[in-house]
Nanobody
Framework: QVQLVESGGGLVQAGGSLRLSCAASGRTFSTYSMGWFRQAPGKEREFVAAISWNSGRTYYADPVKGRFTISRDNAKNTAYLQMNSLKPEDTAVYYC????????????????WGQGTQVTVSS
């Protein structure tokens, strides 16, 4: 069992930056792939970024490539999402997720989810 808690969301102006953190409980964090997803009002939840258990592979959705960076620190049981050059269309609730036997972009592959953190980008 893994519990995930996101933090770092908030209100930022367009062009600004935020860093989201996802703190995980348990000793087995390093065996999980981690992903970030987001859900904007009235829209379905969508993939943002993912990272394999050893940081060997990363994946990004096209709209965030070159602006967002996913990373993890297994010693701290924490995953991060650095978001730069934010746009109003990045406004959403951001969720982190953990996958034990999967590494990629599909939500169905993830076993555990956090409660989400709100990111609002003003124009």
């Amino acid at each position: 069992q893994v519990q995930l808690v996101e933090s770092g969301g908030g209100l930022v102006q367009a062009g600004g930056s935020l860093r989201l953190s996802c703190a995980a409980s348990g000793r087995t964090f390093s065996t999980y792939s981690m992903g970030w997803f987001r859900q904007a009002p009235g829209k379905e939840r969508e993939f943002v970024a993912a990272i394999s258990w050893n940081s060997g592979r990363t994946y990004y959705a096209d709209p965030v490539k070159g602006r967002f960076t996913i990373s993890r620190d297994n010693a701290k049981n924490t995953a991060y999402l650095q978001m730069n050059s934010l746009k109003p269309e990045d406004t959403a609730v951001y969720y982190c997720a953990a996958a034990l036997h999967y590494s990629g972009t599909y939500q169905e592959g993830y076993n555990y989810w956090g409660q989400g953190t709100q990111v609002t980008v003003s124009s």
